[in-house]
């Protein structure tokens, strides 16, 4: 892109002097032509490039002939308007590095541009552990704001210059009020081991700042598990690739005895997908959980595999908003086969596929390439799962009424099943 935005400013007469000082990037597999006249200078022409040892990504063409000149020319401008009038020093690299990731996320909502140290936690993805980046916060009402009451030594808050005291303005898309509680503060901030989020702050009184921050700090995410009534209360944070065997450990010894099961999916943010679809097989044999859906159609179906240990107990999902991912996958398939009725609220609504892919330079971009889809060919990004039955939203204090009511619900269906 540098080398593209380089060559345009040639060609149309900027001013080589804007980019002085630009870096321009290595760029082993993009071969550009020496000469203005050769016919190769139509295209940048990439090879393609090895995922995980496997050629799997076809060789792209990027015409310059459509991206307007004048387009160019203004992003040249921008980026030089920038390093001269802006009230502070900026770093060049800096600056290429949020444009990209304004690209990006413009676009998509769960894309990132994943710097050398971003992307070395790569394998984190697949172990589905949560993490947060590093900070508490509380909301003090004299001040009306969010006001950071923690922040860990050698965290990425600290890193990036958040300390105790500053406001918090904004997690991710979403602008923090009072109207939020302790436990959203905390959810908008966790989430998978080696992804990242948006955090926007100030220093009181002065102007706001914002700040990618990854998330490196892991949480607490062993599941938890007790049978109470002959009902099996299983919570599970975040779906692991031993979940399954997790739970069946949790549940040993008590097969007989258990009546139904309460699948608290609180906060879940997601995971391994295919761990949900070992928990899902739990319950139900030989059906679909979802369909991956990629730009050329349906990719792949999930099916459950295997015996289902609980196959004959009733049982009950409960969710709120950030349910999300592997958890939401989780419980619209138990609801759209009828094998469970979701309580709670409505799911977040992030039911998209994330890849993440080498660019070189130790570097990646995390981009959506498919969408999971209920059994029924429904969607899920950006409308969640509707709970069968809705329960008011919780505050700090009242997490456990849920659960009770949620227990209730359970013994009222035990109660209709053994008559």
Do not use: C
Not at 61 to 68: G, Q
Not at 233 to 252: A, E, G, M
Not at 256 to 268: A, E, T, Y
Not at 310 to 324: D, G, H, K, T, W
């Amino acid at each position: 892109m540098i080398k593209l935005i380089l060559i345009a400013s040639i060609v149309m007469g900027v001013s080589s002097s804007a980019l002085a000082n630009t870096p321009v990037l290595p760029a082993q597999d993009t071969q550009i032509a020496e000469s203005h006249d050769s016919p190769a200078l139509e295209a940048l022409e990439v090879q393609p490039n090895p995922l995980y040892g496997i050629d799997g990504l076809h060789s792209g063409r990027v015409p310059l002939n459509t991206i307007s000149p004048t387009t160019l020319k203004t992003f040249v401008q921008a980026v030089d308007l920038m390093r001269r009038e802006y009230i502070e020093p900026v770093d060049d690299e800096m600056l290429f590095f949020h444009a990209i990731n304004g690209m990006l996320s413009r676009i998509d909502r769960n894309a990132e541009f994943l710097d050398a140290e971003a992307f070395a936690n790569l394998s984190s993805f697949t172990t589905g552990t949560v993490a947060g980046v590093g900070l508490k916060a509380s909301f003090e009402t004299k001040d009306a704001h969010w006001v950071v009451t923690e922040v860990q030594s050698d965290s990425p808050a600290k890193t990036a210059g958040i300390a105790v005291g500053d406001y918090l303005h904004q997690i991710g898309e979403i602008k923090v009020t009072q109207a939020q509680s302790a436990n959203d503060i905390s959810q908008l901030l966790n989430g998978i081991l080696g992804s990242s989020v948006d955090v926007t702050f100030s220093k009181a009184g002065r102007s706001k700042q914002t700040v990618n921050l990854l998330r490196n700090q892991p949480q607490k995410s062993n599941i938890e598990a007790y049978v109470q009534n002959g009902i099996a209360v299983i919570k599970l944070p975040v779906f692991q690739n031993n979940t399954r065997q997790d739970i069946i450990n949790h549940l040993s010894g008590f097969e007989n005895q258990i009546q139904g099961v309460v699948l608290d999916l609180r906060n879940n943010p997601g995971g391994v997908l295919d761990a949900a679809v070992e928990v899902a097989s739990l319950f139900m044999r030989k059906q679909v959980i979802t369909q991956v859906k990629n730009r050329n159609g349906i990719e792949r179906v999930l099916e459950t595999q295997g015996s289902p240990l609980l196959e004959s107990v009733p049982v009950i999902v409960l969710q709120n908003r950030y349910s999300a991912s592997a958890a939401e996958v989780l419980a619209s398939a138990l609801q759209a086969h009828e094998r469970a009725l979701i309580v709670g609220e409505t799911s977040y609504g992030k039911g998209s596929v994330q890849s993440v892919i080498p660019i070189g330079n130790n570097q990646g971009i995390k981009l959506t390439t498919a969408y999971y889809l209920t059994p029924k060919g429904e969607m899920i990004d950006k409308i969640g799962v509707e709970p069968d039955v809705k329960l008011d939203s919780e505050d700090d204090k009242g997490t456990a009424n849920w659960l009770q009511m949620s227990l209730n619900l359970m013994e009222q269906t035990k109660s209709s099943t053994d008559r």
